[in-house]
């Protein structure tokens, strides 16, 4: 069974341009979390995605969105991008639920320059 | 201050010095869950509890729900162990997947 795949692997904008970043989950996976990592915040998370629909968001600004499509892939968009947003983006998919495993992408490097 | 606390965040061992790392939360959680991450990034689930041990080759995990700690043994370490470790848990509260994570434990493995 193919892994969780993203895309771009690595990026670099400018202050102000706006970035989107895939997420492909595990073929049967319907769940999609989105988690940013920085050397100052570690990991945190920023929203999840079940049956095309936000579940869950975490303390994020409203210039980081996201969406799901019918095949389960997801996207996250960065609009306004800031000196700060610069981080690992990781995407994990799982089946829906506490009891089961996340299995994460390799992540998107962002460097916003 | 972290609803998931670790320790330690720094550890250096030699070849085959048996370790251990630690997690405590705040809150009831649905799962523990201790996470690999190599330089690079990419991040690998090892073990997912929700309640008494779990076994994969060297490694251990423990996780003890009344006093809300956990722990993570590596037996005869190696340098290939080197790498950050992750506690995260599914707080009881949450629905989904969402995650909230430790710290992470920096292990150095020299030979």
């Known amino acids: 069974k193919a892994g969780v795949t993203q895309t771009p692997r690595y990026l670099i904008k400018t202050r102000g341009q706006q970035v989107t970043l895939s997420c492909s989950p595990i073929?049967?996976?319907?769940?999609v979390s989105w988690y940013q990592q920085t050397p100052g915040q570690g990991l945190q998370f920023l929203f999840e995605?079940?049956?095309?629909?936000?579940?869950n968001k975490g303390n994020f600004p409203g210039r980081f969105s996201g969406r799901q499509f019918s095949n389960s892939r997801s996207e996250m968009n960065v609009s306004t991008l800031e000196l700060g947003d610069s981080a690992l983006y990781l995407c994990?998919?799982?089946?829906?639920?506490?009891?089961?495993?996340?299995?994460f992408g390799p992540g998107t490097r962002l460097t916003v320059t | 201050k972290n609803e998931v606390e670790q320790s330690p965040q720094n550890l250096t061992a030699q070849e085959g010095e048996f370790i251990t790392i630690n997690c405590s939360y705040s809150?009831?959680?649905?799962?523990l869950h201790w996470l690999q991450q190599h330089p690079g990034g990419g991040i690998v689930s090892l073990f997912m509890?929700?309640?008494g041990k779990k076994k994969h080759g060297r490694l251990i995990a423990t996780i003890n729900i009344q006093e809300k700690h956990s722990s993570l043994h590596i037996t005869a370490s190696h340098p290939r162990d080197s790498a950050v470790y992750i506690c995260a848990v599914s707080f009881e509260e949450t629905s989904g997947s969402r995650l909230t994570f430790g710290e992470g434990t920096q292990l150095t493995v020299n030979p």
């Open positions: 994990a998919s799982s089946l829906w639920g506490h009891q089961y495993e996340q299995y």
């Open positions: 995605y079940f049956s095309e629909t936000q579940r």
């Open positions: 073929s049967g996976h319907r769940s």
């Open positions: 809150v009831g959680i649905s799962a």
């Open positions: 509890l929700s309640s």
